[in-house]
């Protein structure tokens, strides 16, 4: 008995030495591993710092080397055109002119109708000091357009105005003056909605712009008045129905061209005058192969409900397809010939206005008529 208390007492003493061994070992193990990781991790930092020197190095070999090659591409980047954007035109402003214009045909309207006692009726547009002598109605303005608005200064306008101008008689009623033409010097502040404009003086009455004799057309050959060429009966077949209501654009057009015709319809037939082409051949009446084109400029005498004729030219593309012409534009302007420019004309008479009524149109009567 002593012998298995003294055995069971030694076991229940090694037990602790035993448990503490087991744990403690554990704990050692945990140490060495975290010495190790950071022994690895510093491996590892030191492997990778080395691996970017080199990287450096190498790329500071690379741009070494490729020093020559770089400088000849600048050299030559800097001997050919550059591309890059293309710098932006200035911008126009087509409406600046607008204001200035505008304010000038206003002028020149109330000066024209002005007269003895009513000079205040130009204080709007030019506050110098102003006497008339003749009666107020003694001309008046049918209608005014300016011809001409040039900024000669920032701010500053010269606009020339033409005019028609009705002349009272001595019986009262009015007469044609025909067209005059009057210049302004007009200055202006502030844009939008702060324009502010100003004469510096009176209209200066001056001559009619130069006439123009314009250059050749580019249709030499001509067709007649008939439609028995194709290419003009199509041209005649088409303006009937643009004008005249009489079928369907579509059925003279080509595939892919559409256009509509004048609503509401201004006339009620039409009849060729004259056709021209640009072609070389003025007895062929053959429809060529399919794509081929031809320019015409068509004159037709168009009579509306009350029998009245106007005449009009219009300047039309056409092109073949399957045997027969088809209208594949309605051009903006008759083409001009190449070589061909506008020239001056013989001197001549300003243009006269239409007839004047026995009172003014367009305006209130002239005040004192």
Sequence with gaps: MKRARRRARREQQDWPEDSVAETSEPAQTEQDDVDEQQSIG???????????????????????????????????GSSAPAQTAAKAAPAVESSASTGPAGFAQLFVGAYLEAGEGTEQNLTPY???????????????????????????????????????????????G??????????????????????????????????APTALKPGDLGYPTSRGSGSSDPASDTAASFLKAYVAGQGELDRYTSPGVHLSPVVPTPYTSIKLTSVQDNSKDNAGTKVPGDGIRRRLLVSIDATDADGNTFPLTYALGLTARAGRWEVSSLDDAPATAATSKPSSAPSSQAPSAPSAPSTPGGSAPPSGS
């Design 42 to 76: 510093w491996k590892t930092s030191t492997a990778g710092l080395a691996g970017l020197t080199r990287l450096a190095r190498a790329g500071t070999w690379a741009l070494i080397a490729s020093g020559p090659l770089i400088g000849a591409m600048a050299l030559f």
């Design 126 to 172: 030019y506050s110098g000091s102003v006497a008339l002598t003749h009666p107020a109605g003694t001309r008046s303005a049918l209608r005014t357009q300016a011809m001409d608005a040039r900024e000669v200064s920032p701010g500053y306008w010269s606009v020339t105005v033409a005019v028609n101008v009705a002349a009272k008689s001595k019986k009262g």
């Design 174 to 207: 009015y007469t044609d003056a025909g067209v005059q033409y009057f210049r302004v010097g007009v200055q202006s502040t502030g844009s939008g909605d702060t324009s502010a404009y100003t004469a510096v003086s009176l209209p200066a009455q001056v001559a």
